[in-house]
């Protein structure tokens, strides 16, 4: 079975910073893609950004150049760095973790909430 928890959100100024960090636990196969996503009120879940087990990156065009997603591969732990947030970065921030071995897995936090005040 595999958790992952996330933590780190809050309410934060516009203009402000904030790191999320997720922990996974469990059995996770060692080539994976770990990700940030986000829901917000009346919307769909949407990506933020990805980070292979190798380091490679890619970000939603909302993200590029204020968020800086990174992880720890012994550690199991991925991180997402904040930075000039905006009122419209308001949403449930979930962690995920996927592969593909003989069949796709996938894994999803339970959420944690980032408000932007205006």
């Known amino acids: 079975q595999v958790q992952l928890v996330e933590s780190g959100g809050g309410l934060v100024e516009a203009g402000g910073s904030l790191t999320l960090s997720c922990a996974a636990s469990?059995?996770?196969?060692?080539?994976?893609?770990m990700g940030w996503y986000r829901q917000a009120p009346g919307k769909q879940r949407e990506l933020v950004a990805v980070?292979?087990?190798?380091?490679?990156?890619a970000y939603a065009d909302s993200a590029k150049g204020r968020f800086t997603i990174s992880r720890d591969n012994a550690k199991n732990t991925l991180w997402l760095q904040m930075n000039s947030l905006k009122p419209e970065d308001t949403a449930v921030y979930y962690c995920?973790?996927?592969?593909?071995?003989?069949?796709?897995?996938?894994?999803w936090g339970q959420g944690t909430q980032v408000t932007v005040s205006s």
């Open positions: 995920n973790v996927q592969w593909r071995l003989v069949r796709r897995y996938d894994y």
């Open positions: 469990g059995s996770i196969f060692s080539i994976n893609v």
């Open positions: 980070i292979t087990n190798t380091g490679t990156t």
